[in-house]
């Protein structure tokens, strides 16, 4: 059986916890790599979610020219090919070393645009106060709720006093959320989950994330499917 056919829930599946191997799994084209993240090989679909998720970015956290902008889990780089031309810098960091690869490649004709791989369970090689803006886009529900609040408190990490970030997943308590919470419960039996499969959370579940990481002034949208979560690290530690 193919890898592909382990993370799917064929023979003897990967554990989720092997972000990885399972994202490598699953990207090993650009074209397979486009759907586990669109869930569509649509390479217009993904500009128009690109350019969603940066309206809703320069609206909350904004977009400064002089910014360092890291992406969590940037994918394909869907966001450094909006994002590049509107800030000094745009690091996209990935688990997986399809996804790095295929970044790379599509925005290699960018010169401010930098791609790495991370562990999938911390920010290590990103220096402490080296970012002005992190955020982690349609990620979240790929992750356990312990990785979630460790990129959050990564990302207090990373920004420099005043920095922002902002992530997003798919909010249980919403009719959206609630009705896609229960797709996947009908369609999947325990033992044939794939380890990618998509999970909620709560509007308290984040919050509480970025207020024990330090962040403050916290803000949460809830808009349909979505909830969206962002803050700010101090200028001023507490001492």
């Not at 904004?62 to 360092?68: C, F, K, P, T």
């Not at 960018?110 to 562990?119: F, H, K, L, P, Q």
Request: glycine share 10%.
């Amino acid at each position: 059986m193919s890898e592909l056919g382990r993370v799917l829930g064929g023979g003897a599946a990967l554990p989720r916890h092997r972000y990885r191997d399972v994202w490598n799994a699953v990207s090993i084209t650009e074209s397979d790599a486009i759907m586990s993240v669109l869930g569509a090989r649509d390479e217009e679909g993904l500009r128009v979610a690109a350019q969603e998720t940066l309206d809703r970015l320069k609206r909350t956290v904004g977009i400064r020219a002089d910014d360092v902008v890291l992406d969590i889990g940037c994918g394909v780089g869907r966001m450094g090919g909006v994002l590049a031309p509107l800030c000094r810098r745009w690091i996209g960091v990935d688990v997986a070393d399809n996804m790095v690869r295929h970044a790379a490649r599509r925005l290699s004709h960018a010169s401010n645009v930098e791609v790495r791989r991370i562990s999938g369970y911390d920010l290590s090689g990103i220096a402490s106060r080296s970012v002005d803006l992190a955020y982690c886009t349609v990620v979240f529900m790929h992750l356990d709720e312990w990785d979630r609040f460790k990129y959050v408190s990564e990302g207090y990490r990373v920004l420099r006093p005043g920095g922002r970030m902002f992530v997003d997943n798919v909010n249980l308590v919403s009719d959206e959320g609630w009705a896609f919470f229960v797709e996947h419960v009908e369609s999947y039996s325990p033992s044939s989950r794939p380890p990618h499969i998509s999970k909620t959370s709560t509007p308290d579940e984040m919050r509480t994330y970025f207020q024990r990481a330090g962040f403050t002034d916290i803000v949460q949208e809830s808009q349909g499917l979505w909830i969206t979560t962002y803050g700010r690290r101090p200028e001023e530690e507490p001492s």
